[in-house]
């Protein structure tokens, strides 16, 4: 059985940063793309950054481009968003994806910035 759990989301300020965490347990394979996405109150979910593993390829949102960071630990079978420099707009429940022969979601984790 494969989950998605994501653990880091909070409450920060205009311009602080936080770290979100996606642990997937059980096995997935073949990995074609890893994301993050995030779905503020009223609003459709959109991507909001994605590693596709075999291509060493990163997308963004424009909106989070520069500010963002997708990254990836292996041995840890975790992915990580990085975002610094947040901003009210960014306030959403941020979901971790993978991409493989099922697509898998976690519950999401909140993320409020305050202005």
């Known amino acids: 059985q494969v989950q998605l759990v994501e653990s880091g989301g909070g409450l920060v300020q205009a311009g602080g940063s936080l770290r979100l965490s996606c642990v997937a347990s059980?096995?997935?394979?073949?990995?074609?793309?890893m994301g993050w996405y995030r779905q503020a109150p009223g609003k459709q979910r959109e991507l909001v950054a994605s590693?596709?593993?075999?291509?060493?390829?990163?997308n963004y949102a424009d909106s989070v481009k520069g500010r963002f960071t997708i990254s990836r630990d292996s041995a840890k079978n975790t992915v990580y968003l990085q975002m610094n420099s947040l901003k009210p707009e960014d306030t959403a429940v941020y979901y971790c994806?993978?991409?493989?022969?099922?697509?898998?979601w976690g519950k999401g984790t909140l993320v409020t910035v305050s202005s």
């Open positions: 590693v596709v593993p075999s291509a060493h390829i990163t």
């Open positions: 059980g096995s997935i394979f073949s990995i074609y793309v």
């Open positions: 994806n993978v991409g493989a022969v099922v697509n898998y």
